[in-house]
């Protein structure tokens, strides 16, 4: 039995993957039990002044684990887990996976609006958060969320929790349990999507931990590994590739930067002796910046994964030669498929390719628009399929059926191009998204909100190009006559709906119409590039 909702994958195909050696019916917490067997004594987690070995990391997470249980907590039940970067997180996620509980990994930017809906998507039993971070009370909206569903949630609170449950009261004597299914879904993540509302993405203990391993061999990643994490640890890219779990399974150093920033983030690199980062685009670039600024060198430094956007050749080079360490590029998605650049690859393919599937099970297709494979160079649709790679979202029948072929394969979205070597470049999106900074906003959820104002009449999202971020967003509104509505009214609006704070607008236009095409709709296109002229 597995969770309601749940695509899996064909028996046949399974049964190959098991029989390859790909999927080894081990859970996900044996990745922490096994390091804490092996290297008992070695620091496993460094965050702020605490560091935990991965002995102590262990006990916690049996203690923990103990905790979810007295309250309630069992195999398959679903809990929001909203947490910023600290040890906590990595305590709260190994605990459910070792109870066969399943996160849902929030990040600290959502708001009501998200939380409610995967609370009320998923039937979560629980939601764990901080008390307070950078000013905003996750108490004060787990009231709202509970008030949305009309039901009450084990709230779990790290710091002060109020009338909540305190986090550091989940502390019970380990015991004995069943073991858990590696087949059953392990976490469910959050897709960037380009629909309205978030897609989730069940991943499997089986599948999970075949992309970690992979990841490991690939980075070549080891116990000498200090891993610094300054992006959101929920995000897929610094948990998985190899990120916060391939570290485990190597018996390596997390290190957990409560920020991006480089005034937090330089002095952890000099002080933890950080030898390997990762970071999407725009931050890469604003720590090379802040970096020459203060001429400041990191010679433990020695490798930057860079992930999560198109990173171009100018750009790729201007870091490995600010930073003089090697980077690598990292070109993935949370539904399964990644690839990277070969740490021997030659200067000219890390540069200039986003690198290649990391996996001997990954299979890829570029096809044109009627799902022909398009001729070999040429830029088409990326297709995948394989045995970390899902078959389906979380209880999302009608858009799966667009969302994958009849034989399986993942619409992934993304327009590229295969060298001659078998490397990919990037060359766009086929889906109407924004990548604001590495993070995937779906314009239609903004209209969406947009629209639900009586005095908007019409609303177009559409990302504008930016040196920094990639793309910022860009709302461009037409109020009603007898609505005198200004940009502050609209991002208050916003705000009021409890969105995620990365999705909100960078600019607010008030138009007097939109363009439109021959039929009639929007034309995102000439609106985009209007906005970007104006911008200049």
Known sequence: MSVAGFVAW?????????????????PL??????????????????????????????????RKASGFERLGITARDRVVVQLPNVLELIETIFALFRLGAIPVMALPGHRRSEITYFCRHTDAKAYVVADEVLGFDYRALAREVEAALGRRLVTIVVGEPQEHD?????????????PVDASEVALLQLSGGSTGTPKLIPRTHDDYRYSVEQSVRVCGFDASVRYL??????????????????????GARIVLSPQPQPDVVFPLIQRESINVAA??????????????????????????????????????????????????????????????????????????TQGRPMAPGDEVRI?????????EGDVGHLLTRGPYTIRGYYDATEHNATAFTADGFYRTGDLVRRTADGDLVVEGRAKEQINRGGEKIAPLELEHHLLAHEGIVDAAVVGVQDNLLG??????????????????????????????????????????????????KIDKKQLAESLHRGAR
Request: with cysteine; hydrophobic share 40%; net charge neutral.
């Open 229 to 250: 994490v300054a992006l959101p640890a929920a995000h897929n890219f610094p948990m998985s590739s190899p990120g916060i779990l391939g570290c485990i399974h190597a």
């Open 10 to 26: 064909p028996a046949e195909v399974a049964v190959r993957y098991r029989s390859e050696g790909w999927w080894s019916g081990r």
């Open 166 to 178: 305190a986090y550091e009261n989940l502390d019970e004597a380990p015991r004995d349990r069943r």
């Open 279 to 352: 970071a999407v685009p725009p931050l890469a670039r604003l720590w090379l910046l802040a970096a020459r600024t203060r001429r400041v060198r990191f010679p433990s430094l020695r490798l930057l994964q860079i992930g999560g956007a198109r990173l171009d050749a100018d750009a790729a080079a201007a870091i490995r030669s600010g930073f003089e360490c090697e980077v690598q590029q990292v070109f993935g998605m949370a539904e399964g498929l990644v690839c990277y650049t070969r740490l021997d690859d030659p200067l000219e393919r890390i540069l200039g």
């Open 29 to 62: 917490d044996h990745l922490l039990r096994s390091a804490a067997e092996q290297l008992a004594d070695h620091v496993a987690v460094v965050c702020g002044e605490r560091r935990v070995t991965y002995r102590e990391l262990d006990d916690r997470v049996d």
């Open 367 to 375: 096809v044109d628009d009627e799902d022909h494979d398009v001729a």
């Open 471 to 520: 793309e910022r967003i860009c709302a461009a509104v037409v109020a009603h006559p007898k609505h005198a509505l200004t940009r502050k009214d609209v991002l208050r609006h916003l705000e009021d709906r409890g969105i995620a704070t990365f999705k909100l607008p960078d600019r607010v236009e008030l138009l007097p119409t939109l363009p439109k095409t021959k039929v009639g």
